[in-house]
């Protein structure tokens, strides 16, 4: 098992930042990668970046690229996601997902990110 717990959401200015953090706990050890997903009210859960947990390669919705950045830090088992630049549609819930080597997915509860124009 593998716990995920967000935190860093609020409210902000558009043209402001925000980070998220995701804090994994439980089997951490086994983590293959680790994405940020989001989700407006009345649409789909969209990507939004992932990073390999052990390489630290890293993949961006076209959406966020140049404005957000995703990285890791293994010592505590927590990823983040800088998020500079913010839009208006960039107002959503960030869920944080993981994809073990065991092939099982774990979500977070999510972190509500509200983005004043």
């Known amino acids: 098992q593998v716990q995920l717990v967000e935190s860093g959401g609020g409210l902000v200015q558009a043209g402001g930042s925000l980070r998220l953090s995701c804090a994994a706990s439980g089997r951490a050890f086994s983590l293959y990668d680790v994405r940020w997903y989001r989700q407006a009210p009345g649409k789909e859960r969209e990507f939004v970046a992932t990073?390999?947990?052990?390489?630290?390669?890293?993949n961006y919705a076209d959406s966020v690229k140049g404005r957000f950045t995703i990285s890791r830090d293994t010592a505590s088992n927590t990823v983040y996601l800088q998020m500079n630049s913010l839009k208006p549609e960039d107002t959503a819930t960030y869920y944080c997902n993981t994809r073990t080597y065991e092939l099982t997915a774990y979500w977070g509860q999510g972190t509500q990110v509200t983005v004043s124009s």
């Open positions: 990073i390999i947990w052990r390489a630290g390669t890293t």
